[in-house]
Nanobody
Framework: QVRLVESGGGLVQAGGSLRLSCSAS???????LGWFRQGPGKKREFVGVISWSAGRTGFGDSVKGRSTISRDNAKNTAYLQMNSLKPDDTAVYYC????????????????WGQGTQVTVSA
């Protein structure tokens, strides 16, 4: 069982930045870690993914070029850095862990955090 806890959300002005953290209750070194978000009235959307070795990252089109993902396996923590935030980035952000080598869809993730709210004001 992998328990994930997100933190770092909050209210930020458009153009600002946030760094979200995802802490795990167990070793994460063998899991692919993903970030997803769900805005009000919207479907859950893929944000980004980082491989277990941190050697590979991928991003959804809506955040590509504005975000980075990193992980510290020694701390069992992953991070999502988002820059140039827009009101459309307002959503609950979730981290998730997958046993797959690479995963960009929600159904490939078996473990999910409770989410952290990010609100971007105009």
């Amino acid at each position: 069982q992998v328990r994930l806890v997100e933190s770092g959300g909050g209210l930020v002005q458009a153009g600002g930045s946030l760094r979200l953290s995802c802490s795990a209750s167990t070793r994460l070194s063998s899991y692919t870690l993903g970030w997803f978000r769900q805005g009000p009235g919207k479907k859950r959307e893929f944000v980004g993914v980082i491989s277990w070795s941190a050697g590979r990252t991928g991003f959804g089109d809506s955040v590509k070029g504005r975000s980075t993902i990193s992980r510290d396996n020694a701390k069992n923590t992953a991070y999502l850095q988002m820059n140039s935030l827009k009101p459309d980035d307002t959503a609950v952000y979730y981290c998730a862990a997958s046993a797959a080598e690479w995963a960009t869809t929600a159904r490939d993730y078996g473990y999910w955090g409770q989410g952290t709210q990010v609100t971007v004001s105009a």
